[in-house]
């Protein structure tokens, strides 16, 4: 009987340590962010961090973690190279029948891109786009490294949130 309650008093006394340790270590998951209003002022895309962020006031209000082209160093010179541009940009089209879900246009190639591909002797590519993922996927799927063709890809409800405050003319900005 006395090995018995030995036995007993041990596994409580490894519980609470257990439960002690977790305690330490283990954060409780954070709050949801209250839904953003009103439309945001701009978009900074930091591509070597893989990370966008939505600008509204002066502050930066949203975070999300992105996709890239498949190539993603470097700035896009040409149709095909897997690369996401890189520069300031503008939101020039909405498209809510993408064959990703929904997408938010940019406004590549800029003159100076056609100018230095025409220079090239190469198309400068376009339909460069911030957008979800494949309309093929269930709406919570999300594609793993960088897959798209030069665009920049979110989850499909980072996407709906991103929309919804996203007007046309947004400047963009695209960092290394």
Not at 4 to 23: K, S, Y
Not at 101 to 108: F, K
């Amino acid at each position: 009987m006395r090995r018995l309650a030995q036995i007993f008093a041990t596994l409580a006394l490894l519980a609470v340590t257990g439960l002690g340790l977790a305690a330490l270590y283990l954060r409780p998951a954070p709050m949801p962010l209250p839904p953003l209003t009103g439309q945001i002022e701009r978009i900074v895309i930091e591509k070597a961090a893989r990370r966008m962020v939505l600008v509204q006031n002066g502050i930066i209000v949203r975070e999300y973690s992105i996709a890239l082209g498949f190539a993603p160093q470097g700035d896009k010179s040409r149709q095909g190279d897997g690369r996401t541009p890189e520069g300031v940009f503008r939101i020039d089209r909405r498209n809510d029948r993408s064959a990703y879900h929904l997408s938010l246009g940019l406004d590549y190639p800029r003159p100076q891109d056609r100018a230095r591909a025409a220079a090239g002797g190469f198309d400068p590519g376009g339909d460069i786009m911030i957008h979800g993922q494949p309309n093929a996927l269930p709406d919570t799927a999300v594609l793993k490294g960088d897959w798209t063709a030069g665009c920049i890809a979110v989850s499909n409800a980072e996407m709906r949130e991103i929309w919804a405050v996203t007007a046309t003319g947004t400047e963009v900005e695209i960092r290394p």
